[in-house]
């Protein structure tokens, strides 16, 4: 009898186990609004979600968790609840390019006990997961992990890595090309800097985040486990650091925490994001972080003007023709102010020098920046500052009130070199105080947007991209860098390039010249630029005297905006070639850029309304292949049926203006 009892005993607590089982153990099935993304989420022991384009498996089982000191969300975990919701909404974007972003997703919540959940959201060009807390007081984040394993074995990716040093290779400044390789033969070592894009098949998956707040930067490296995966790779939190660097105005790492993070323990945590397209057009288009950003914190928004910018650094304040020494001195930048006056040009900007490196506050003798800004006044012309951000943090309320009472306009902030959780916070803070004084923010020396200009959009551009300032010295392949950046690095947001190269050469006429520096590929590529590439303040790269020459192509330049009404996404392929339209006040501009390779693209023109239009068309010339200044500019009637065949030539590109006639 007694070992009767026991036997029944053990079946009683194995069927307790098995219901035990099945309530914790669920599986979660969500689609797209237009279902062919189709989300999976099992929660057993763990939590994995997996990712259908269609019938094709794109993201395979991949793993989430978060390790705090308390606990590990994500570890045997119990559901308390779940909820499916659907969201349709219409985002107002004040500076961006487009005015208005849909808002179209479903949504899944998952709460878990232990005052934590997980949400996920799918939209028709991706998903994106986020951890909620909702603990009491503060908590410590030891690690994350954050996985993306895809379908493929052969999967290929396109990978920047970061250009640190061995000592940190969590401090770089972003910049790099993409190399295209194997997923598999991803380094071991060094981490990549997001977005990634991943092929899978024909389709491709760009992963990045959004909403960073609070919270490391992440990187991605290779799954160890599976070969054949990302994950994500946290910067820890910095304990010690030394002033150094970039002309003594860098704050070093030099010894970090055994954590990533301490924030608060009742918070939402950023957004892992896949973008996913099944045509590589698709991806010149994207709004994922925009949309998953936090919405505008600083209310009106009409005293925040996007512009171009005419630049000092990249002609190494190289004017001539003028009866005074050129270089940082007071008139040199009356000059650029009179250049940016006659050009419509919105804004000046004094780079690097004009104040003491360690102290943003002692202007240097040279420079008489009450009659600079006096004069810009006088002209139109507003003045932005340079800034390290090492001594504008140092000093940041402080300069902020003066040089805005002073009638500054706004900040190039560089060299921050970092996204750990204290540096991400660095930008947070500058972003609030800016708005507080009414100042714009470029920054520069920057990681990745991920959408803190929705959230402040007076933060109105990042750098964080491989621009036009490295053929100062490199010899990179800037035409294919150029055709990479669209689909990868502008999944993100607007990036600083600085394009606007005067002297355009061919690959046996390049030269890295500091001084006097030159762009490969041609003239006509450069002016596409200011169409293909999202960037809301833009700055005009070359000297004011080598645009004076080239009018006619300054001309142009000048008419291009740099906010839209709305973004059409018309041809392309990673790598090889970009085609977008941009519309703004009934005006169309087109951008059309290439690699080294020469061909011919035929853009149809069934975006434009019914109605006749009149085309202003900036092409390569016949011998832009040989001379990368030669153009062709001319002027014709084009309609919605039309089918606009152009020559682009290696490393060329074309640009045009199309406006209504009746």
């Not at 689609?31 to 384009?53: C, E, H, Q, R």
């Not at 991706?126 to 895809?150: C, P």
């Not at 010899?475 to 950046?485: A, E, K, L, Q």
């Not at 502008?490 to 030159?518: C, Q, W």
Request: charged fraction near 25%.
């Amino acid at each position: 009898m007694k070992q009767h009892m026991t036997n029944k005993g053990k079946y009683l607590i194995g069927l307790f186990l098995l219901c035990s089982a099945s309530l914790y153990s669920k599986d979660f099935k969500v689609a797209s609004p237009d279902n062919k993304i189709t989300l999976n989420v099992s929660v057993d022991k763990g939590i994995s979600w997996s990712v259908n384009y269609g019938s094709t498996p794109v993201i395979t089982p991949s793993f989430v968790s978060l390790r705090t000191d308390k606990k590990t969300w994500g570890e045997e975990p119990r559901i308390r609840k779940s909820d499916v919701r659907t969201v349709n909404e219409t985002i107002e974007a004040p500076v961006y390019k487009k005015k208005e972003v849909a808002d179209h997703y479903k949504e899944l919540s998952l709460t878990f006990t232990g005052n934590y959940a997980l949400q996920f959201r799918v939209y028709d060009d991706g998903v994106a997961y986020r951890w909620i807390s909702s603990q009491k007081g503060d908590i410590t984040i030891l690690s994350e992990k954050a996985e993306f394993n895809f379908a493929k074995d052969d999967s290929k990716a396109y990978i920047g890595y970061v250009n640190a040093k061995e000592q940190d290779v969590y401090a770089c400044s972003f910049e790099n090309t993409y190399k295209h390789i194997p997923l598999k033969e991803m380094s071991d070592f060094w981490p990549a800097f997001a977005p990634v894009l991943v092929e899978q098949g024909t389709i491709k998956c760009g992963i990045t985040e959004a909403d960073l707040e609070d919270y490391p930067g992440m990187f991605l490296r290779l799954n160890p486990k599976t070969r054949q995966g990302l994950t994500g790779d946290f910067a820890p939190y910095p304990v010690e650091e030394v002033q150094g660097g970039h002309n003594n105005l860098q704050s070093l790492v030099v010894k970090r925490a055994d954590y990533i993070a301490k924030t608060k323990g009742n918070r939402t945590f950023p957004w892992r994001t896949v973008i996913i397209a099944a045509a590589d057009k698709d991806l010149l288009n994207n709004d994922m972080v925009y949309k998953l950003a936090s919405p505008n914190r600083i209310g009106d928004t009409s005293w925040i003007k996007p512009g171009k910018l005419a630049w000092d650094y990249w002609n190494a304040w190289n004017i001539y023709g003028v009866d005074f020494r050129a270089g940082i001195n007071t008139n040199t930048y009356l000059f650029y102010i009179d250049f940016a006056a006659k050009n419509g040009i919105e804004y000046v900007l004094l780079d690097e020098g004009w104040a003491v490196s360690t102290d943003i506050m002692k202007v240097v003798p040279e420079i008489d920046l009450p009659a600079i800004i006096r004069y810009a006044e006088s002209k139109g012309v507003s003045i932005l500052l340079w800034g390290g951000w090492l001594p504008l943090n140092q000093k940041m309320e402080e300069a902020l009130a003066h040089y805005s009472k002073l009638g500054v306009k706004g900040f190039k902030v560089d060299f921050m070199d970092r996204d750990d959780q204290k540096m991400v916070d660095f930008y947070y803070r500058l972003a609030k105080k800016a708005a507080e004084h009414k100042l714009i923010i470029d920054f520069h020396g920057a990681y990745k947007p991920t959408g803190l200009q929705r959230t402040y959009p007076n933060v109105i551009n990042f750098e964080g991209v491989y621009g036009l300032e490295y053929l100062k010295g490199d010899y990179p392949d800037m035409p294919f860098n150029d055709v990479t950046i669209p689909y990868i690095r502008m999944l993100a947001g607007p990036v600083d390039y600085t394009p606007g190269a005067m002297f355009n050469a061919n690959k046996e006429s390049y030269r890295g010249i500091h001084a006097m520096p030159m762009s490969q590929g041609t003239r006509a590529h450069q002016v596409a630029l200011y169409v293909v590439f999202e960037s809301p303040l833009n700055m005009l790269a070359d000297s004011p005297n080598n645009y004076m020459k080239e009018q006619e192509t300054t001309d142009f330049i000048r008419q291009i905006p740099t906010v839209f009404d709305q973004t059409v996404a018309l041809d392309g392929k990673v790598g090889e070639y970009a085609v977008t339209a941009r519309e703004e006040a009934g005006t169309w501009y087109l951008g059309a850029i290439t690699n080294w390779d020469a061909r011919e693209i035929i853009i149809d023109c069934s975006f434009l309304k019914s109605g006749n239009w009149q085309i202003e068309l900036f092409k390569d010339g016949i011998n832009a292949d040989r001379n990368g200044n030669d153009y062709k500019r001319e002027i014709f009637n084009v309609n919605a049926a039309s089918k606009l065949k152009v020559q682009l030539a290696p490393g060329g590109g074309m640009a045009a203006i199309i406006r209504r006639t009746n």
